[in-house]
């Protein structure tokens, strides 16, 4: 079972659009963790948030840390190709295991 | 790229077999994490170990075994293969200080019992 629900589980868009994924979960976290994810491949680490209420932009993509820090949000501004991917949310309590999401898949047409 | 490798990339074993996998953490990282992910879903927590010892077990059975050695690498043991062990399997390094334990992975071992 997953502790972290991801949604909506698949999304396509055309190039252009913006998008938005989902992370919640009835759990508090220490910190969350958001990785995009190619076919056959390890997950790549995209960022970590730590403070409830914290926002972090990287480029095109916002992460927001609800306050409670039991949910999260992405953001993807203007969506690329290259943006296609698995996007895994993980959540921490600390030292030890990471608790993933099932993932959402976004699929990005020109 | 995390500097995170693993090997091999891919392994064909047979129900009943025992594996091996490896994986070489990040200079200067001295904690590994060891996933499983099956297709469709997002990576299972096995085990983690924090300057050699195990630190931290998921819902995994004693078939399932790890070292971690003084250069920080790490090995992955699994005996008496079954068919739902075909999976993709992780392993992420971290370095553990502060409050948080960002992990990076590596690309992963594709593991398939028949």
């Known amino acids: 079972t997953q502790l972290l629900e991801q949604s909506p589980q698949f999304l396509s868009i055309q190039e252009g659009e913006n998008l938005t994924v989902y992370c919640n979960s009835s759990?508090?976290?220490?910190?969350l963790q958001w990785y995009r994810q190619e076919p056959g491949e390890g997950p790549v680490l995209l960022v970590t948030?730590?403070?409830?209420?914290e926002v972090k932009k990287l480029k095109r993509l916002t992460f927001q840390f609800g306050d409670a820090r039991k949910d999260s949000s992405l953001h993807i501004t203007a969506a690329q190709p290259g943006d296609t991917g698995l996007y895994l949310c993980?959540?921490?309590?600390?030292?030890?295991?990471?608790?993933f999401g099932a993932g959402t898949q976004v699929v990005v047409t020109p | 790229e995390t500097g995170v490798t693993q090997s091999p990339t891919h392994l064909i074993k047979t129900r009943g077999q025992q594996v091996t996998l490896r994986c070489s953490s990040q200079?200067?990282?001295?904690?590994v994490s060891w996933y499983q992910q099956a297709l469709g879903q997002g990576p299972q927590f096995i085990f983690q170990?924090?300057?050699?010892?195990?630190?931290g077990r998921g819902n995994f059975p004693p078939r399932f075994s790890g070292l971690q050695f003084p250069n920080y690498s790490s090995e992955l043991n699994v005996n008496a293969l079954e068919l739902d062990d075909s999976a993709l399997y992780l392993c992420?390094?971290?370095?553990?200080?502060?409050?948080?334990?960002?992990?990076?992975f590596g690309p992963g071992t594709r593991l398939t019992v028949l």
């Open positions: 993980a959540g921490s309590k600390g030292w030890g295991k990471l608790q």
């Open positions: 759990s508090v976290f220490s910190s």
């Open positions: 948030v730590v403070t409830g209420g």
């Open positions: 992420a390094s971290s370095f553990r200080s502060g409050v948080t334990d960002t992990q990076y």
């Open positions: 200079s200067g990282h001295n904690t």
């Open positions: 170990y924090y300057r050699e010892e195990e630190n």
